[in-house]
């Protein structure tokens, strides 16, 4: 059906997620021929949750040797998400081939339930980054007006909360997104890192730590004595990266087709930016479904004062 969201695209509803047409082939297509190893890394998220940012850390520990000179870092001439692609957007591509062999990592918004099975049974490491659904609703409608051609008609905020609580968005419901992985970890704990948004808004360091121990690149104390995770925190910042040119020009994307300009990506990343946009009864429509969600579950609850 006609998601609702932009009048341009179709969504499918696919194992009870709602995709984008051409990711969809994307998700089917990993489905059916992806083949994990144990030594991948996957970099998991709901749209709109911070996997840009996840993605500049990620890249940024596991070669912080080999660019130790950050005055010509990748990152400041290369958007996070052409360093690490995404299994149901580019996996297909030989470039991006090249690249995983390379590097231990793939991002992907597919829920857990849909993830290929050897993602499920290789025992690989899964991160997992979410953020409060009040402010990934307001990014995902402004990141959705962005993206939406000027001369088509675009959803009002009002419609696309409506939607976004019915759980139609783009891989939504987004609670059930986080869940899926939330539930899982519970199986398998010790394969699972879970990244809160918003604690690593608030003081980074102890979140980047973590991230470089899960994933087999720990910062030696000589490292951090020398201001080495500092100064990875401070050049993915969102200060930082968002006023890099190729972050304020340029587009990704896997193909022509979808590419999305750069600073799509980059809007305010700030925490509770939905007080700006969402009335009081409007944060309390999304905070009603996140209470039901999310209620009992141990995560957090997100729901305003
Ligand atoms: P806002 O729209 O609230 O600003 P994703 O990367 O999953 O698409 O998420 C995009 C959101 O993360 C946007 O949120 C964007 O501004 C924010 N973001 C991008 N890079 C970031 C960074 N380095 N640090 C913090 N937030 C970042």
Not at 7 to 17: A, H, T
Not at 120 to 147: E, L, N
Not at 150 to 176: M, Q
Not at 232 to 242: G, K, N, P, Q, T
């Amino acid at each position: 059906r006609q998601c609702g969201w932009t009048p341009l695209v179709d969504c499918y509803l696919y194992q009870g997620c709602w995709h984008h047409p051409f990711f969809l082939r994307g998700v089917i297509a990993a489905q059916q021929h992806f083949e994990a190893q144990p030594t991948d890394i996957f970099l998991c998220s709901a749209p709109k949750s911070g996997t840009t940012w996840l993605k500049a850390l990620a890249f940024a520990i596991v070669t912080r040797k080999k660019y130790s000179d950050l005055s010509s870092h990748p990152l400041l001439s290369t958007m996070p998400h052409q360093c690490i692609p995404s299994l149901e957007g580019d996996v297909a591509s030989k470039e991006h081939a090249d690249q995983i062999a390379e590097l231990p990592f793939l991002a992907t918004h597919i829920p857990y339930h849909s993830l290929p099975k050897s993602i499920i049974s290789c025992g690989c490491k899964i991160v997992y980054i979410f953020r409060d659904p009040k402010d990934a609703f307001v990014s995902m409608w402004h990141f959705v007006s962005r993206i939406t051609p000027k001369d088509a008609t675009y959803i009002s905020l009002e419609e696309a909360l409506e939607l976004f609580c019915e759980g139609v968005s783009f891989y939504g419901p987004y609670w059930d997104h986080v869940l899926s992985f939330w539930n899982a970890r519970k199986e398998a704990p010790q394969r699972m890192l879970f990244l809160v948004y918003e604690e690593m808004r608030k003081e980074p360091l102890p979140s980047v730590k973590n991230l470089a121990d899960f994933i087999g690149h720990p910062f030696s104390v000589e490292e951090e004595n020398e201001g080495v995770l500092q100064k990875i925190a401070d050049l993915c910042s969102f200060e930082y990266l968002s006023d890099l040119d190729v972050n304020k020009n340029g587009k990704n994307g896997p193909n022509p087709a979808v590419a999305i300009e750069n600073s799509a990506f980059f809007r305010k990343g700030k925490i509770g930016d939905w007080q700006s946009h969402l009335t009081p009864e409007m944060a309390e429509r999304l905070d009603q479904v996140t209470r039901e969600k999310f209620g009992g579950t141990g995560l957090p609850s997100y729901v305003s004062d």
